[in-house]
């Protein structure tokens, strides 16, 4: 260390002393996060012409190989719409029936959450963070791994709720205390009572969804026509790669389809065991299931909003664990914006972990994931936050270690200030050569609101963290979420939402609920 660099860590190294307040009033750094657009072009990894190759080669396997669709209903549609089926639930889609779904599906739409300045705009550009979701256990410092409650689902949606950069609900953390034919009724309440993001759902069969939209509509006042005029609740639908689409899946893109609501086909291709080993091949597997999945949902109605979804990776070949963060899960998000791009869709990537706990493994690899769908141009990226084990276990300590790398995304997206006073001329001649600018009136007019507030990073210096007790990123994580669900307040969109959905859930549950389809 020489120079510069030796006089500022001094300088730094030093008890700070106190100095006199400014005259002028204390500032309050803002910055929207709540609508997002990406600041860069979205990065390449292929040329467009192997990307128009790897298109053709997937529209190669729909006609030549085809995928199995288990759902009786889904195969009629099918055959209707002239792909061949045969005696065991093959169906082979001609490209002219691909390229005409694509061609009506929608790359633009609107999703109206119920608090109306939560609402997005879907379509390339646009960027939006989910959480960690999915996962049947949850984990922290101070109670330890263990099965998802309700209580932890609704702690985790009042986290989801809490962070501006989070703009998507997700379940991250399965109820598994609630029955599974009664446990739609408390995902979808907790969600409209504590939360004014948009919502989610699981596709778990007909009734099911029907339930949860009949809930939505009773909670913001919705009619059939209002509720269908936009999108108000999306679905994730994963593939069974390679090549298959099981009933619940194929049912939930009907469902939502005929619901004018978001169903996002995600194919889980992970490269070495449902796919094949190279990025490519993965990637052209991943891109047919998605065309398949897609077609169906159009020819059950033209126009419906569907988002493509990427989420290949790779596994682990010494154990055949799925791995993520890995150079290969950057490389296939990338193409995979290539390719949601040349179907003229939105689309959504995926970050995540296959670490154990929130250490410096499960966080790089989770930042590393993040960046990929951040250079990939990708329109949502769930698990943005909170995912560990590959998607077993929601991490709080993790979900607010991650949501600093999450918020410092938000902030690229805001553009530099670079007018005339901002290129600090004045600020410049006032210090003299070998001298520091913390003083400057051009620091004092700004210093309270120049730089991005870490939520969990520790930027003291060695004396003062000492001094603190020498706490760790983790233990500073659970200070803070802690903080966070004891300060929680439901939004006033929820007011009266509780009570005007008591009848009709008491009614359901007193009918039996509603098991998910097999």
Known sequence: MVGAELKLSVMLDRPRRRRKAPETPKRVRTRDYRHLRHPFTPQPVLSEDRVASMHDTALRVLEELGVKVLLPEAREIFARAGATVDDEMMVKIGRDVVEEAVRTAPSSFHFQAPNKERSQQWEHGALMMAPGAGCPNVTDLERGRRAGSLNNYIE????????????????????????????????????LILCDKPLFMYSRGTKQVEEQIEMIKIARQWDDAAFEADVKVMTIINTNSPRMIDNPMAQGIIDFARANQLSIITPFCLAGAMAPITVTGALVLQHAEALAAITLGQLVRPGAPMAYGGFASNVDMKSGSPAFGTPEHVQACLGSGQLARHINLPWRSASGSAGQVADAQSVQENALALWGAFMAGATLCVHSAGWLEGGLTFGYEKFIIDMEAVNTLAELCNPIAADDDDMAFRAIADVQPGGHFFATEHTMERYQTAFYPPVVADLTNIGQWEDAGAPTTAENATKVWKEVLAEFTPPAACEGVEDALAPYIEAGIKAGGAPPID
């Open 156 to 191: 985790t949606l009042k986290l989801q709720q809490s962070f501006d950069a989070i703009h998507q609900l997700g379940p991250s953390a399965e109820p598994q205390d609630i029955p599974i034919q009664l446990r739609h009724y408390e995902q979808m309440k907790q969600q």
